[in-house]
């Protein structure tokens, strides 16, 4: 079984751009969640995606968003850049049902310069 | 919402001795304590994981701990390996329909050959 991939794994942004990152979730899968890692801070929970619904949303403004296509593929929007946006994103993918084992992709790294 | 701490940040043992990574969380509702394991430049992956029904879960020389009265649960590897050395995250979900963690702020843990 092929593992969750996320593309692309880097990227270089100016402030004030926006981007896109893509995540597949392993087959079968129809959760996938968006977490940011930097330094210090941990994982930081964004969003949570089932069947293509918004199910559970972290704490992060209205710059970051996302989206879940019918075969559970997700993307996630950030607008508007800003420096404080470099960080690595990572997304888990998990069957669906609450509370259950997640699997991580690779990640994004993103640097906002 | 839920408040995951982490202790201690680095860690250093021997080989062959033990190592303890211990969490407290904030949310009596959590059901769900995850661990996962971060080698440098690589996903994180799980490890061990118990539900707040149970109380200890052993896997080899891995072993969880939980006290939901305290609300605290903890990490313990016997006989550590250099290739144990790695970040390990703890993480919690308190949800009743999704899947969202959230994650103590990571222990680094170097094993001395």
């Known amino acids: 079984k092929a593992g969750v991939t996320q593309t692309p794994r880097y990227l270089i942004k100016t402030r004030g751009q926006q981007v896109t990152l893509s995540c597949s979730p392993i087959s079968g899968h129809r959760s996938v969640s968006w977490y940011q890692q930097t330094p210090g801070q941990g994982l930081q929970f964004l969003f949570e995606?089932?069947?293509?619904?918004?199910?559970n949303k972290g704490n992060f403004p209205g710059r970051f968003s996302g989206r879940q296509f019918s075969n559970s593929r997700s993307e996630m929007n950030v607008s508007t850049l800003e420096l404080g946006d470099s960080a690595l994103y990572l997304c888990?993918?998990?069957?669906?049902?609450?509370?259950?084992?997640?699997?991580f992709g690779q990640g994004t790294r993103l640097t906002v310069v | 919402g839920e408040n995951v701490e982490q202790h201690p940040s680095t860690l250093s043992v021997q080989e062959g001795d033990s190592a303890v990574i211990k969490c407290t969380y904030s949310d009596s509702a959590s059901n769900y304590f995850p661990w996962y394991k971060q080698e440098l430049g690589k996903r994180p992956q799980l490890i061990i994981d118990i539900r707040s029904n149970v109380g200890e879960k052993k896997d080899q020389r891995i072993a969880v701990t939980l006290n939901k009265t305290a609300k605290h649960f903890s990490l313990h590897i016997t006989e550590t390996q250099p290739e144990d050395s790695a970040v390990y995250f703890c993480?919690?979900?308190?949800?009743?329909?999704?899947?969202?963690?959230?994650f103590g702020t990571g222990t680094s843990l170097t094993v001395i050959p």
């Open positions: 888990a993918s998990s069957p669906g049902h609450p509370n259950t084992e997640a699997f």
């Open positions: 993480a919690a979900s308190p949800l009743l329909t999704g899947n969202q963690f959230y």
């Open positions: 995606y089932f069947s293509e619904t918004q199910r």
